[in-house]
């Protein structure tokens, strides 16, 4: 059974950092590619970064030079370091794979940049 859980989201100030996790089971992890999307309230999910079995990048434009990605293998955890954030990237923070035709959802954290 894939399951995918996110963790630590929470509410920051402007200009601050958090890193998210999202812990990976049920699935060979080291041979899957894993998302990190995002989903602002009345806004569309939107992809943020992706992360290959070796390597990976940031796809969205508003947060490259911001935020950065990291995957341990060996912990089936991949990493959202989110630095200088602003109150635009307020949102719901979801990891991603997809196997075979199928798209597994993690259920969210919840990111808010606030002063």
């Known amino acids: 059974q894939v399951q995918l859980v996110e963790s630590g989201g929470g509410l920051v100030q402007p200009g601050g950092s958090l890193r998210l996790s999202c812990a990976a089971s049920?699935?060979?992890?080291?041979?899957?590619?894993m998302n990190w999307y995002r989903q602002a309230p009345g806004k569309e999910r939107e992809l943020v970064a992706t992360?290959?079995?070796?390597?990976?990048?940031i796809k969205l434009d508003s947060v490259k030079g911001r935020f950065t990605l990291a995957r341990d293998n060996a912990k089936n955890t991949v990493y959202l370091q989110m630095n200088s954030l602003k109150p635009e990237d307020t949102a719901v923070y979801y990891c991603?794979?997809?196997?075979?035709?199928?798209?597994?959802w993690g259920q969210g954290t919840q990111v808010t940049v606030s002063s």
């Open positions: 992360s290959a079995r070796i390597g990976g990048s």
């Open positions: 991603n794979v997809k196997i075979a035709t199928i798209e597994y």
């Open positions: 049920g699935f060979t992890f080291s041979r899957n590619v």
